[in-house]
């Protein structure tokens, strides 16, 4: 079956019990286990939820993986998959993973004795320098926050599997339907389903799919001891916004193109980042990797003063953080997602004063870049 079709036909397309289309919210903390001499499948909802459950097969098929865990947020995913390592052990990260990711490793994890390494993924040698006797894994995410730089996934896991090494990926901004990190090699997949999955920017949530039963069974341990789980209403809404994520995604793409190119052309604009456009240098690794350039790209504007007003004055985009919604959503990762970052790590790393990060939603583009066009003049 196609993605699309998958995206609806999965597994659960009819509640076994009653029929309903929808799946159930089994909204409860724990089970009757009335005949304790036979183990039942679920006892305590921390352990097992059966709405949850759904997200989690369905994640997993969407994934091409053997099994799939949902977490109360994409920290959580991220910090629970982590959670499978251990002191002393070394892990080597692209430089600019979501921001949070990074985080946890270097407060967090480090603190408990893991080690981590960030390097410029964009060239996978670089991944291979990083390399030490006790590295386990390498975590990378693509395209980049806020950048869009590309890396190729293939090769670079093709560099960790010769090294023995784990790979994990953040799928968050393509999803599966554009992207499928396991089928390229990697061992985990990694999303907020605060974004695209979920689409509609109205809950908070995140996904782990492993491709072995084995690996599966590390991150259960993960899930249930350490306990970071969704409600089963989140995990709902989450479901629910998966059965339209092929004609959300299609239409912010499609809208998301047509932008990128109209900002390139635009006096006010210095510069545009997306993987879609023709000068990109990551486009022709990116193509090959997945099946669309998303709905998310960065700009610069000419000066900083002008980046500020854009936000000030934009009507239909929220100045925001946060991504994947319906609505479209105007970030400044300088103030907003990497404010912590030192303003020389900043430099370095390429996220100016001018820049600015849109997902596109699923507005009219006419009206888009009428109002981004007043909002920049
Ligand atoms: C938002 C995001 C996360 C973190 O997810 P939360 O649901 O906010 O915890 C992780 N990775 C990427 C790429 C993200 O965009």
Known sequence: MKRGTLLIHNGHDADPVTGALGVPVVQTSTFDQRDVSKPQEYDYARSGNPTRKALEETIAVLEGGSKGYAFGSGIAAVSSVLGIFSAGDHIVTAEDIYGGSWRILNTFYKRWGLEATAVDAA???????????NTKAVFLETPSNPLLKITDLKRCIGIAKEAGLLSIVDNTFMTPYLQQPLALGADIAVHSATKFLGGHSDAISGLAVTKTEELGKQVYAVQNGFGA????WDVWLILRGIKTLKVRMEAQQASA????????????????????????????????????????????TKTAESAIRFLGKVELAAAAVSLGGVETIASYPAKMSHASVPPQERARL????????????????????????????
């Open 350 to 377: 390429g996220i100016a004063d001018t820049l600015i990060r849109i997902s596109v939603g699923l507005e009219d583009v006419e009206d888009l870049m009428a109002d981004f066009d007043a909002a920049l003049s």
């Open 229 to 232: 789980v969704p409600g089963p």
């Open 257 to 300: 193109r047509k932008l990128a190119a109209w900002l390139s052309e635009h006096k006010q604009v210095a510069e545009v980042f997306y993987p879609g456009l023709e000068g990109h240098p990551g486009r022709t690794i990116h193509e090959a990797q997945a099946d669309g350039p998303g709905a998310v790209l960065s700009f610069k």
């Open 123 to 133: 060239d996978p040698e670089a991944i291979r320098q990083a390399i030490k006797p």
